[in-house]
């Protein structure tokens, strides 16, 4: 055999297994030898050394066609990889949730609020790639130690969810009735209230309180927002399943939601004193309600961002 087919059968072996090199060596250089006589019968003469390159060249770099005879290799197998895939995406909605919170905290409470916002969501992305990247290595060594999930062989099919807090199981997937009637209700009195036609008693300690006009930038956007999350609300009622258009309406919402709650929380003087009944300190008191009204409407965007953080990975999840 010519030396450079030698030449490529030696480059070849250099990436193969030592037991697979001589027989897989053996075997291609019959197919050069027949691809080699197959183009000399049609030239009716001996190649040339280009002639000769350009058939080698037709079976590949070495590197390559030595690939083509090496067992296919992975860093999980088929048979850990779902499991390994469903902790994953687990890890790191916790942290995409706990993060959102934090980010949701810091976007409240700091004075220069971007920034920490940013600084948080930097420190969590990379604790979001080293999560990926331990989870990863645990499950390449469970599949190379062949670990066995013995929940995973023995299991009650009735016994079996829909994914962790249920987050995964969405869009495309069953709305509770009760939690919608709840929401309805909790939204129907908002709406009454903010519109005036409904009044709860506002004495406090003595004194009587009311929201300031600061509260009237606010007015319109909360009447919007409950107008149109009342409508999607009565869709979830009549039809009681995810879809992807109502996922994204809803993350909508509930970022405007949040959104107006950051304003508000960073808005001072949102209540006043009307009237001061037998306070002995009304200024006291009205600071006590400012701060009062400071921690729910803090509480009303933690929530919020949860909820922003979980319609994300029910919109994007796949």
């Not at 950051?262 to 949102?270: H, I, M």
Request: net charge neutral; charged share 20%.
């Amino acid at each position: 055999m010519n030396t450079l087919v030698e030449h490529y059968l030696m480059q070849l072996q250099t990436f193969l297994p030592a037991k697979q090199r001589e027989d897989i060596a053996a075997e291609l250089r019959e197919s050069i030898r027949s691809a080699v006589e197959d183009r000399e019968r049609e030239l009716g003469r001996a190649l040339a050394d280009d002639e000769l390159n350009s058939v080698l060249e037709g079976f590949g770099h070495p590197m390559l066609v030595a690939g083509r005879y090496l067992p296919m290799q992975h860093l999980i197998g088929p048979d850990v990889f779902p499991l390994y895939w469903y902790v994953l995406q687990a890890v790191l909605i916790v942290i995409t949730v706990i993060g959102g919170l934090l980010a949701g905290i810091a976007l409240l409470t700091e004075p220069r609020a971007v920034q920490a916002v940013v600084q948080v969501a930097v420190r969590f992305l990379w604790l979001a790639l080293e999560a990926a990247a331990i989870v990863t290595l645990v499950f390449a060594v469970l599949d190379q130690a062949k670990a066995r999930f013995s929940f995973l062989e023995k299991f009650d099919a009735r016994k079996i969810t829909a994914g962790i807090w249920g987050v995964r199981a969405a869009p495309l997937s069953p709305i509770s009735r009760h939690d919608t009637v709840f929401e309805i209700a909790t939204l129907g009195v908002l709406l009454v209230w903010w519109l005036e036609w409904l009044v709860f008693p506002s004495e406090f300690l003595g004194v009587v309180l009311r929201l300031s006009p600061a509260i009237e930038a606010f007015f319109y956007p909360v009447l919007a927002l409950c107008i149109i999350d009342l409508a999607r609300l009565g869709v979830d009622l009549a039809r009681p399943y995810r879809t992807r258009p109502r996922v994204a309406l809803r993350l909508v919402l509930n970022v405007a939601w949040l959104a107006l709650f950051v304003v508000a929380f960073r808005t001072e003087g949102l209540v006043e004193i009307a009237t001061n009944i037998r306070a002995d300190d009304p200024g006291a008191i009205l600071r006590m309600a400012q701060r009062s009204m400071s921690i729910a409407l803090f509480v009303l965007a933690l929530v919020s961002a949860g909820l922003v953080a979980t319609d994300l990975v029910r919109l994007f999840r796949r």
